[in-house]
């Protein structure tokens, strides 16, 4: 077998959406969601938040509003590495939730973030067009010849990850299209741009019937850690904790495995 190398190309990451579970929002309303935002808390925060936590956080932030009346959620979801920059360049924002780590670590040391906190981990599933056109059934058949794959940027979790993928299936992918992020690249999948791209498990859970999804074994997979932290600069410190506070309670963590998240 040859050794596995990803053929992945730098590019500059943008801000894109994420995706999450076949509904979170719809999940059960958490009992003592107050109580994960104890105290005064009160007023409007900015959440940076990585595009595979779109939903799942939108419904997070309704039942944090909803247990803490006066309170205003604002989100913003893109690709990790790109929100992570805007927060070491000084953009305004009172909790940043990162899809890894090093993304996290990039804000840590620049200063602008408190001891982070992991949240939640995800892991890698192969999505492909209802129809699965290039019949890919393994990761292997990624491999193939003519087989058109999408894949996120090197530098964003989800290529990170995908990479990571790759190499323990012990196969070299050669995608034909980079995208900034998890969202994207699922995309083109639905759009039957390509034949398969490698993207989050949530993500194919969160697209419904757009995609069918290629579980990969647990001896090949990969995943990231998600980890949450206030940023030093928030001009509403109080009630950013008591929403990372929220997102780390049962009632959270409840929403959080709905949308086919695990724990961290």
Known sequence: MKRAVLV???AAVLAGCGSSSGS???????????SAASG????RITVLAAASLKES?????????????????????????????????????????SASAKTMDTVVKAGKATSPEDFATNSMEIAVPRDNPAHVKTVADLARAGV?????????????????????AKVTVEPVTLEADVKATLTKVSLGEVDAGVVYVTDV????????????????????????????????????KAFEDFVLSDAGQQVLAAAGFEKP
């Open 148 to 168: 058109k794959v999408a894949l996120c940027q090197a530098q964003v979790p989800c290529g990170a990850t995908a990479a990571k993928v790759f190499t323990n």
């Open 57 to 97: 956080f939108t419904a997070l932030g309704k039942q944090f509003e909803a247990a803490n009346p006066g309170t205003k959620v604002v989100f913003s979801f893109g690709a990790s590495s790109d929100l992570a920059a805007q927060v070491t360049n000084g953009a305004p924002a009172d909790v940043f939730a």
């Open 24 to 34: 979170p929002s719809s999940a059960p309303a958490p009992t003592g969601a107050g």
């Open 40 to 43: 005064k808390v009160a007023g």
């Open 205 to 240: 859970k969160a697209a419904g019937t757009k995609v069918l999804g290629v579980p990969i074994p647990a001896a090949t997979n990969a995943s990231t850690a998600y980890p949450l932290a206030v940023l030093k600069g928030a001009k509403n410190p109080g009630t950013a």
């Open 8 to 10: 992945l190309a730098s």
